[in-house]
C-alpha cells in the first residue's frame, strides 16, 4: 500500500483527481452523465425518409412508433414520414414496456445489406 501511494504521488496523481468521474463538461459548468461522457449538443432528430437516404453505418435519431413486431429482434417503425425496419436486441429494451401507442426515441446506425435496409438501435426511450 505504501509503494502504491508513493508511485501514485510520484506520478503526479493525487487521490482527489481520481475521484473525480471522467467527461465532457460544458462551459457552464454542466456534467451531463454521472460516469461520464459527452454534454454538449446530441444529434438532431431525423426521419425515416431521411434515414433511408444514409450511408451504411451512419448515425440516425429518429422518434415516432414500433407498430408491430415482423421477427425475434425486427420491428417496423413509423414516423409522419414513413416505415422502416429497426433492429432492437433485447439488451436494449432495459426493461421498458412499449406498446403501438407510446411514442419513442431511437438511436443507431443504418445498417444497409444485399436485401435492403434497417436501422441497428443502439438506445430506446420512451417519450412522455
Known sequence: ???TLIALMFTGLSFGA???Q?????SEGQQGYFHGGFAGPSPAVSSVSQAKTRWDDAWVVLEG???RQVGH?????RDNS????VEIDDKYWMGQIV?????VRIEGEVDRDWDGMNIDVKNIRVLK
Open 1 to 3: 500500500m505504501k509503494k
Open 18 to 20: 481520481i475521484a473525480q
Open 22 to 26: 471522467p467527461g465532457f463538461v460544458s
Open 65 to 67: 412508433h414500433i407498430i
Open 73 to 77: 429482434e425486427l420491428y417496423e417503425f
Open 82 to 85: 414513413g416505415t422502416v425496419y
Open 99 to 103: 406498446s403501438p401507442t407510446d411514442k
